[in-house]
Structures are given as C-alpha cells and as structure tokens.
C-alpha cells in the first residue's frame, strides 16, 4: 500500500470526523504533507482558472470538504502525545476565528491594536501546536487508547 493510500485517503474515507482514538506522528504528518500538497494543486487551478473565467472555487471547495478530516487528525494526534483534542481547537481553530476581530476597528490604530496581539497568538499557537506535534507517542496505551504504532512493530519483531 501506498504512502497517499496508506496515510491520506484512508484518514479521509475511514476516519472522515472520528475524534477518538489516537493518531501517529507518521499518520499525522504524510496526512499534513498531502493535504498541503493538494491545496497548492486547488490554489494553482484556481489561479489558471481565475484568470480565464473569474472562477475560484476549487481551494474552497476542498477546504470546506478537508476540514473535518484535518481538524480530526489533528485531535487524535494531540490524543497520541496524552493530550485532550481540545488543544488542537485551542491552537488552530480559536486564532482563525478571532482572525476578522481587527476589521472592527475604525482607524488604522485601532486596527494595528487589535490585529497585532491576534496575530501574535496566532503564531504562538501554530508554533506550539507544531512543537507537540512532532512529539513522539505515548510508548503505552493512554486514556484515548493503545499505541497506534505497537501493531506495526510486534509484526517488524515478529
């Protein structure tokens, strides 16, 4: 089996939106790098489409569609290390929202007041997140379940 088959389109059909259970740092990262890979596919169809049509909805379309998954992966990762999912919202889903918070300003200071404290906390949380990320496992079982990596070594030892 493939690394894309294995890592990217088995996190997409079999574990769509499955927040339970535990993610390994393999899993995580082949998942991370073809998601990334395909969405400088979509922006790049879009940008050659775009131009000819005024159509750019591809990126779109697989962001809404890739962002269970993505968000999913990345609880059970978190859930790999002993960690809630929870950090995984905290991190990446709570700066994105607050991301609009600056356009409420009335003038270019009040935009630089608020737009500079979010981004800051947008950068810690990415950074923090990346650095738990590459985290190695859990060696045991944890509470959200056993080492996903344990099969694959008991069948190398075997």
Same mark, same amino acid.
């Given at each position: 089996?493939?690394?894309?088959?294995?890592?990217?389109?088995?996190?997409?059909? &079999?574990?769509?939106?499955?927040?339970?259970?535990?993610?390994?740092?393999?899993?995580?990262?082949?998942?991370?790098?073809?998601?990334?890979?395909?969405?400088v596919i979509m922006a790049t169809v879009d940008g050659?489409?775009?131009?000819?049509?005024?159509?750019?909805?591809?990126?779109?379309?697989?962001?809404?569609?890739?962002?269970?998954?993505?968000?999913?992966?990345?609880?059970?990762?978190? &859930?790999?290390?002993? &960690?809630?999912?929870?950090?995984?919202?905290?991190?990446?889903?709570?700066?994105?929202?607050?991301?609009?918070?600056?356009?409420?300003?009335?003038?270019?200071?009040?935009?630089?007041?608020?737009?500079?404290?979010?981004g800051i906390i947008f950068v810690i949380g990415i950074?923090?997140?990346?650095?738990?990320?590459?985290?190695?496992?859990?060696?045991?079982?944890?509470?959200?379940?056993?080492?996903p990596g344990e099969s694959g070594r008991a069948a190398?030892?075997?």
């Amino acid at each position: 089996m493939d690394y894309f088959t294995k890592y990217y389109i088995d996190t997409i059909i &079999h574990h769509y939106a499955d927040f339970k259970g535990r993610a390994s740092r393999s899993a995580f990262w082949f998942f991370m790098l073809f998601d990334i890979i395909i969405s400088v596919i979509m922006a790049t169809v879009d940008g050659l489409i775009g131009e000819i049509a005024g159509i750019y909805f591809f990126g779109s379309i697989y962001v809404l569609a890739t962002f269970l998954p993505t968000f999913a992966i990345a609880a059970r990762r978190m &859930h790999d290390i002993g &960690h809630s999912g929870w950090w995984a919202f905290m991190l990446l889903v709570v700066p994105c929202l607050l991301t609009p918070v600056p356009l409420l300003a009335e003038n270019i200071i009040g935009f630089m007041i608020l737009f500079i404290p979010i981004g800051i906390i947008f950068v810690i949380g990415i950074i923090t997140f990346i650095v738990l990320a590459v985290l190695d496992s859990d060696e045991s079982g944890n509470q959200y379940g056993p080492n996903p990596g344990e099969s694959g070594r008991a069948a190398a030892v075997a």
